[in-house]
Nanobody, 126 residues
Framework: QVQLVESGGGLVQAGGSLRLSCAAS????????MGWFRQAPGKEREFVAA????????IYADSVKGRFTISRDNAKNTVYLQMNSLKPEDTAVYYC???????????????????WGQGTQVTVSS
């Protein structure tokens, strides 16, 4: 069992930056692919970014490509999401998720992730 705890959300003006963190419990963090998803009010949860267990492969949603960066620090059991040039449409609850499979390429499908955090709110004002 893995527990994930997100932090770093908050209120920011458009054009600003935030860095989200997701701390994972357990000794097997380095073997998990990690992803970030978000859910805005009235909308389905959508994929944002993901990184393979090795860190060698990353994928991004088109809407955040070039603005967001996912990274991981296996020594700290933590995955990060650096968000720059934030837009009001980035407002959502952001969730991190862990995938136990050792895919060489991470997945953008939320159905393939096994563990989820409780989410952290990001609000971008115009």
């Amino acid at each position: 069992q893995v527990q994930l705890v997100e932090s770093g959300g908050g209120l920011v003006q458009a054009g600003g930056s935030l860095r989200l963190s997701c701390a994972a419990s357990g000794r097997t963090f380095s073997s998990y692919a990690m992803g970030w998803f978000r859910q805005a009010p009235g909308k389905e949860r959508e994929f944002v970014a993901a990184m393979s267990w090795s860190g060698g492969s990353t994928i991004y949603a088109d809407s955040v490509k070039g603005r967001f960066t996912i990274s991981r620090d296996n020594a700290k059991n933590t995955v990060y999401l650096q968000m720059n040039s934030l837009k009001p449409e980035d407002t959502a609850v952001y969730y991190c998720a862990a995938d136990r499979s050792r895919r060489n390429v991470p997945s953008s499908s939320r159905n393939l992730y096994d563990y989820w955090g409780q989410g952290t709110q990001v609000t971008v004002s115009s």
